[in-house]
């Protein structure tokens, strides 16, 4: 054990700047297409509710890809798209959008019916319901799909540093390779932690919400 806590002193000694690239680098494709996973999922899932015709089809969709293992969406993306940073966020893109979507309709339609009369008998138009009664409401179930979501595209974006996405997935993959358990240990640890801050950021911007709703 403390054979393993000097490799990754030493590691840190030797390899800080590029350690660091890779976790701006991880950041910042988990920020991306968080982004376009949140406009994608929540777009369509308004549109979902409000044509409900087509809910169906849409929801089901996006369900297939919550039972594609990331590693299969991530090796299919080569076929179409090829390696690189491009096509692994648009693959991570779309395995992040099922529990958006999934959450952005709940929310919607556990609106109470009662509060959207009572928005219509106050003279609102459909798009200030939507604005004013609807998307409010809605705000806590539609953020905790944002959560799901964001630990999947931190974890899959290690996944994707296979096909030349770059990001923490690199130290992960060169451990495995040589064998040595520092660098796994660096690599799972730095992915770990990037996980518990998203999720406690995420909490933050919730309790904001929460109280400059009580204001």
Request: charge should be positive; aromatic fraction near 8%.
């Given at each position: 054990?403390?054979?393993?806590?000097?490799?990754?002193i030493?590691?840190?000694?030797?390899?800080?700047?590029?350690?660091?690239?890779?976790l701006?680098?991880?950041?910042?494709?988990?920020?991306?297409?968080l982004?376009?996973?949140?406009?994608?999922?929540?777009?369509f899932?308004?549109?979902?509710?409000?044509?409900?015709?087509?809910?169906?089809?849409?929801?089901?969709?996006?369900?297939?890809?919550?039972?594609?293992?990331?590693?299969?969406?991530l090796?299919?993306?080569?076929?179409?798209?090829?390696?690189?940073i491009?096509?692994?966020?648009?693959?991570?893109?779309?395995?992040?959008?099922?529990?958006?979507?999934?959450?952005?309709?709940?929310?919607?339609?556990?609106?109470?019916?009662?509060?959207?009369?009572?928005?219509?008998?106050?003279?609102?138009?459909?798009?200030?319901?939507?604005?004013?009664?609807?998307?409010?409401?809605?705000?806590?179930?539609?953020l905790?799909?944002?959560?799901?979501?964001?630990?999947?595209?931190?974890?899959?974006?290690?996944?994707?540093?296979?096909?030349?996405?770059?990001?923490?997935?690199?130290?992960?993959?060169?451990?495995i390779?040589?064998?040595?358990?520092?660098?796994?240990?660096?690599?799972?640890?730095?992915?770990?932690?990037?996980?518990?801050?998203?999720?406690?950021?995420?909490?933050?911007?919730?309790?904001?919400?929460?109280?400059?709703?009580?204001?």
């Amino acid at each position: 054990m403390r054979e393993t806590w000097n490799s990754i002193i030493l590691y840190f000694e030797n390899n800080l700047e590029a350690y660091l690239i890779m976790l701006r680098r991880h950041v910042s494709i988990s920020l991306r297409v968080l982004a376009m996973s949140i406009f994608i999922g929540c777009l369509f899932g308004i549109l979902c509710v409000r044509f409900s015709k087509y809910k169906k089809w849409v929801i089901g969709l996006f369900q297939v890809l919550r039972i594609v293992p990331s590693l299969a969406v991530l090796v299919l993306s080569i076929r179409f798209f090829g390696i690189g940073i491009g096509p692994a966020m648009t693959a991570l893109t779309f395995l992040a959008i099922p529990p958006i979507l999934m959450n952005t309709v709940a929310g919607l339609e556990e609106v109470p019916f009662f509060m959207l009369e009572t928005s219509k008998a106050m003279g609102m138009t459909p798009l200030q319901m939507w604005l004013k009664v609807r998307l409010p409401l809605a705000l806590p179930l539609i953020l905790a799909g944002i959560k799901t979501a964001m630990i999947e595209i931190v974890a899959s974006t290690t996944i994707a540093s296979l096909i030349g996405a770059g990001g923490l997935g690199q130290i992960i993959f060169q451990g495995i390779s040589v064998r040595r358990t520092e660098l796994l240990l660096i690599g799972g640890v730095s992915v770990a932690l990037l996980s518990l801050v998203s999720v406690f950021m995420l909490d933050l911007l919730d309790r904001l919400l929460k109280r400059y709703k009580r204001v």
